[in-house]
């Protein structure tokens, strides 16, 4: 399964950026769609998920500010992102599980997109 991220760009602090993810390949379902994010010299973090059913996490630091969801007909995941600070800036990257068609039958999945970065100038 392959999923691929667009969106992203330069924007100033206070900005608003949408970011999309776009799976494809061989599947039956996906369960969790989300977002991570890594910046520079620092790990990949979670930022926001959401499941089949759309229940959603997010992280503390993105609460309120930005806000994910999905096209399960499109196998699409967004992640609309408004008041953007500085340190928002990072490579965001999707995520999604589910099952597939192999040419054995259905298996697991777990792709990651390619990445897209957003950086927030103060």
């Known amino acids: 399964v392959q999923l691929q991220a667009s969106g992203g760009g330069l924007v100033q602090a206070g900005g608003s950026l949408r970011l999309s993810c776009v799976a494809s390949?061989?599947?039956?379902?996906?369960?969790?769609m989300g977002w991570y994010r890594q910046a520079p010299g620092k790990q990949r973090e979670s930022v926001a998920t959401i499941t089949s059913g759309g229940s959603t996490y997010y992280a503390d630091f993105v609460k309120g500010r930005f806000t994910i969801s999905r096209d399960n007909a499109k196998n699409t995941v967004y992640l609309q992102m408004n008041s953007l600070k500085p340190e928002d800036t990072a490579v965001y990257y999707c995520n999604a599980d589910g099952i597939r068609l192999s040419n054995w039958g259905q298996v697991t999945f777990n792709s990651w997109g390619q990445g897209t970065q957003v950086t927030v100038s103060s």
């Open positions: 390949g061989r599947i039956v379902s996906i369960n969790t």
